[in-house]
Every structure is written in C-alpha cells, then in structure tokens.
C-alpha cells in the first residue's frame, strides 16, 4: 500500500490518499480544503476492477455543516448506477473523476500504459465538487515522457501536465495540487 499527501497549491487544503494495486486497485481519500468560501470535507473509496476499470465509488462530503453522500457502481457490461439509479448517458465509461482530488487521475494513467509520444481518449464519469453532480466528461491523456502526462478536457479546453511517479500517482497537478 502506497499513503499519499497533497496540499493545495492555491488557496488552504489537504488530502491524505490510500492507494491499494493488489489484489486490485483501491483509492481511499479524505480531502479537507475551502470552496466557494466554504469549508468542505470529503471521504471517498474507489474499487477497480482487474483491468483497472472503476468498479465502485462511494463519497461522503459536508460543506457548511450539510452532510451528502454519493454511490455510483459500473457494471461489467459498463452500465453506470448512481445511488441505485441507472445513468444511461455513462453507458461505456469505464472510468470516474473526482474533480476534487488529483488521484483519480492515475486510474486512467495506470490502465492505458502509454508509451512516449502516445494519446488516448475517454469519457470519465465526473462529479464535480461542492454540488456532487454527475456528467460525462470527455477526456484524452497524452504521454509526454516518463513521468509526464498532457491531461485535456476535450470540450473546454482545459489541459495540465500532470507530473507522476513509476506508479502514476501524481507528483504535481499545476494551480491544484502538489504532493508533500
């Protein structure tokens, strides 16, 4: 098992990072930092499957003394339930991204093994912070070199080079994210 800490590159904040690979891949965080002013807390636990696909996600988050909570499960045939409920629309992903921790960014690293130079896309399940809403979000990785990822949004624009380790776990996530 691998514990990791990040702190906020911009503003006050924290995460502490249990990442399992065997027998599979587990991700078990707790993240505390401010957002929209607002002190915010959250505790997630993602299971994988063998292939590295997000199997499970199950998240607790208070924000301003209000609890909620979030379980979305994937199916082996890549049917997405969120609190029970099927999401149609993530018929085919296969991977989630917290949009409050930079460690759901190794999933996809660790699963497509890229070499120098190569790209891949793929739809994420997003869920966004403080609001925990749901949406797709298209995505591509591109290895720049050993230790060097060009993390893009597709539709927004948005891109990072993201810094990390032999295991893919993020270094650095610039203007988020800094590993302690």
């Known amino acids: 098992m691998q514990t990791l800490l990040w702190s906020r590159t911009e503003g006050n904040g924290l995460e502490y990072c249990e990442v399992q690979t065997e027998p599979l891949t587990m991700l078990r965080g707790q993240v505390v930092t401010q957002l929209a002013g607002k002190p915010i807390s959250v505790s997630y636990c993602v299971q994988c499957e063998r292939d ?11 924000i301003g003394g209000v609890a909620r909570a979030l379980s979305l499960n994937r199916t082996s045939d890549d049917r997405w339930f969120c609190n029970a409920m099927e999401m149609q629309q993530f018929f085919g992903c296969k991977d989630i991204d917290l ?45 720049i070199d050993t230790g060097t990822y060009l993390y893009q949004s597709i539709h927004s624009g948005y891109q990072a080079r993201i810094i990390v ?16």
């Open 165 to 180: 380790d032999a295991d893919g776990a993020v270094i650095e996530y610039p203007d988020a994210w800094k590993r302690l």
């Open 52 to 62: 590295g696909a997000t199997k499970s996600v199950e998240l607790s988050c208070r």
């Open 99 to 143: 949009g409050i921790t930079p460690s759901t960014n190794m999933l996809p690293i660790r699963r497509f093994n890229l070499d120098t130079g190569e790209s891949k896309d793929l739809t994420a399940v997003w869920v966004r912070f403080p609001d925990l809403s749901v949406s797709p979000l298209a995505q591509r990785y591109t290895c």
